[in-house]
Nanobody, 122 residues
Framework: QVQLVESGGGLVQAGGSLRLSCAAS????????MGWFRQAPGKEREFVAA??????YYADSVKGRFTISRDNAKNTGYLRMVSLKPADTAVYYC?????????????????WGQGTQVTVSS
């Protein structure tokens, strides 16, 4: 079992930056693949980024602006977001799965955090 808690969301102006954190419980966090998803009002949850060991994956809409990383010693994952746009406004969720095979799909994850709101004003 893994429990995930996101933090770091907030209100930021367009062009600004935020760093989201995802604190995980459990001593085997390093064995889990991790992803970030987001969901805007009235829209489906969409893939943002994922990390498996040292390999990272990004949605085209965030490539070059967002960076996913993790610190296994701290049992924490991160999503660094720069050059934020109003279109990035959403609730952001971190997710984890043991040896995932569908890292870009919400159904590919077994554990989810409660989400953190990111609002980008124009």
């Amino acid at each position: 079992q893994v429990q995930l808690v996101e933090s770091g969301g907030g209100l930021v102006q367009a062009g600004g930056s935020l760093r989201l954190s995802c604190a995980a419980s459990g001593r085997t966090f390093s064995s889990y693949d991790m992803g970030w998803f987001r969901q805007a009002p009235g829209k489906e949850r969409e893939f943002v980024a994922a990390i498996r060991r040292g390999t990272t994956y990004y949605a085209d809409s965030v490539k070059g602006r967002f960076t996913i990383s993790r610190d296994n010693a701290k049992n924490t994952g991160y999503l660094r977001m720069v050059s934020l746009k109003p279109a990035d406004t959403a609730v952001y969720y971190c997710a984890a799965v043991l040896y995932g095979t569908k890292l870009t799909e919400p159904t590919g994850y077994d554990y989810w955090g409660q989400g953190t709101q990111v609002t980008v004003s124009s």
